[in-house]
């Protein structure tokens, strides 16, 4: 004998409904925590991560230091005299050959982004440093000129530009 309620429902329809609801729950808070575990680290995804920096506040002539992947990023404000003497650079003198223009980005030749590593043995240069208004690197005495192109030293190579770009005349994005 099965007892009715007035409005048609069973007290089976009331466990069918109750035991449904507890495995939904119960798969839910089984699923939840395995998914996530599959999405990378916090600091893995900041680690790689574009980071986009305003230059607005950088005065001509001033260089900051932001990081990207753990690496340090030299961003120079470069004065006309520093862009017209890494232009008029003899390139078949240099160690490793590339002209200004192949080191920065069209219409923003004032900015100079490098990564602030040493090629010679992963130190970090000073920057306005030198004999050549650039960088220099006090540990073996590479020089790089404003532009960060090895000029003296036993460094093999330029200063490693990262991939970046400008969003707006005072903003660029780094990776």
């Not at 409005?7 to 395995?34: E, K, N, W, Y």
Request: proline residues 7%.
């Amino acid at each position: 004998m099965t007892t009715m309620s007035s409005d048609g429902h069973s007290r089976r329809d009331f466990l069918f409904i109750a035991t449904g609801t507890v495995a939904a729950v119960g798969a839910a808070s089984t699923l939840v925590p395995l998914i996530s575990q599959m999405n990378p680290d916090a600091s893995t995804i900041a680690a790689g991560a574009p980071i986009e920096v305003d230059l607005a506040p950088v005065a001509e002539g001033q260089a900051i230091k932001v990081f990207w992947r753990g690496k340090p990023i030299y961003i120079n404000h470069r004065t006309k005299k520093e862009i017209d003497e890494a232009k008029n650079v003899d390139i078949n003198s240099l160690p490793d050959p590339q002209t200004d223009a192949q080191r920065t980005k069209q219409g923003h030749e004032q900015w100079l982004v490098v990564i602030g590593i040493c090629t010679h043995l992963g130190c970090v240069p000073l920057d306005h440093q030198g004999d050549y208004d650039g960088f220099f690197c006090p540990c073996h005495g590479s020089q790089y000129d404003s532009s960060g192109r090895i000029r003296r030293g036993p460094a093999p190579a330029n200063l490693a530009i990262p991939p970046y770009e400008f969003v707006s005349d005072s903003k660029v994005k780094i990776g």
